[in-house]
């Protein structure tokens, strides 16, 4: 009976993974069709309707494995931080709808590379890197996610590694909230502090 729960909850796990997969891949196809900066365009319009839904959804997006090479989710971080000193929305708020949407995609990371659905992910060319990474977090363990989450596009890769080599749960969530808390809270005083510059920054990029 209790083979048969552990079988099911797999089952559906999988199903879940799979389903985020497929969905992944339909953000895929919308950079395919749009370019980057029509992209961003989009997003500064939903952000300026919906405010911290786009801040959480764009943090939720930017920290899947492979999927961040194709959605301009910093920049839309980046952007709705800098507009936060500028409005009335809660720079607080904002860093912990970052937080809480950064977790979630690197618990699902975790899963991804645990249950070896990465694999289908390699041909990105992230092999080296998932290679690299395992290998280091053999070495050094889970304090490896302290000095890697400095950006989520490398944060994706160590917590899919932590997944490949069955880090305990328990202890990847924990250095997992804390390496996000300590690092988010760090961009948020910058860019809440440089305000102005990040949106003269973003301006110039969406110009070239």
């Not at 000095?147 to 160590?158: A, K, L």
């Amino acid at each position: 009976m209790l083979v048969s729960g552990k079988v099911n909850a797999g089952s559906g796990l999988r199903k879940l993974i799979i389903s985020v997969v497929v969905g992944a891949g339909l953000l895929v196809l919308m950079r395919l069709i749009a370019t980057p900066e029509e992209i961003v365009s989009n997003l500064t319009n939903w952000y300026e309707q919906y405010g911290y839904w786009v801040i959480f959804i764009s943090a939720l997006v930017e920290g899947i494995f492979v999927v961040n090479l194709y959605f301009p989710g910093s920049t839309a971080i980046l952007l709705g931080g800098a507009l936060s000193s500028q409005n009335e929305l809660s720079t607080v708020l904002l860093v912990v709808l970052i937080i809480l949407g950064f977790f979630i995609a690197y618990i699902f990371n975790y899963f991804l590379g645990k249950h070896g659905l990465y694999r289908l992910l390699l041909r990105f060319g992230y092999k080296d890197a998932i290679e690299g990474t395992r290998q280091s977090l053999v070495l050094k363990g889970p304090k490896m996610m302290l000095v890697s989450f400095f950006h989520p596009n490398v944060g994706s890769v160590v917590t899919t590694g932590a997944g490949i080599i069955n880090m305990p749960f328990k202890q990847f969530l924990l250095w997992c909230f804390v390496s996000l808390v300590i690092w988010d809270t760090i961009w948020g005083i910058i860019v809440y502090t440089l305000s102005s510059q990040v949106i003269s920054l973003l301006g110039s990029w969406l110009a070239i």
